[in-house]
Nanobody, 125 residues
Framework: QVQLVESGGGLVQAGGSLRLSCTAS????????MGWFRQAPGKEREFVAA????????AYADSTKGRFTISRDNAKSTMYLQMNSLKPEDTAVYYC??????????????????WGQGTQVTVSS
């Protein structure tokens, strides 16, 4: 059974930074594309960023491009999301997810099979 555990969320002022982590159980983390999504109150869950299985390709939502950076450390079975220049509209529960094996970046939620429990990010104005 695959388990994904997010950490690093919290309360930060606008303009500040946070780094989220997603640690996966199992030995095959490096074989899978991964992604970050978020869901704000009253809104549908949306794509934030994705990374290919080897880490050589990344993709971002227009709203996060240039401010967020996705990365992975396969030796630690961990994916990261560095979030800079945070805005109040970034407030949401952030979820990590595991995509297909040996795949490039995936935008669609339906491409992801396993999800973490989420971590809250709150950006105050």
């Amino acid at each position: 059974q695959v388990q994904l555990v997010e950490s690093g969320g919290g309360l930060v002022q606008a303009g500040g930074s946070l780094r989220l982590s997603c640690t996966a159980s199992g030995r095959t983390f490096s074989s899978y594309a991964m992604g970050w999504f978020r869901q704000a109150p009253g809104k549908e869950r949306e794509f934030v960023a994705a990374i290919s299985w080897g880490g050589g390709s990344t993709a971002y939502a227009d709203s996060t491009k240039g401010r967020f950076t996705i990365s992975r450390d396969n030796a630690k079975s961990t994916m990261y999301l560095q979030m800079n220049s945070l805005k109040p509209e970034d407030t949401a529960v952030y979820y990590c997810a595991r995509g297909p094996a040996y795949s490039g970046t995936q935008y669609a939620q339906g491409s992801y099979s396993y999800w973490g429990q989420g971590t809250q990010v709150t950006v105050s104005s």
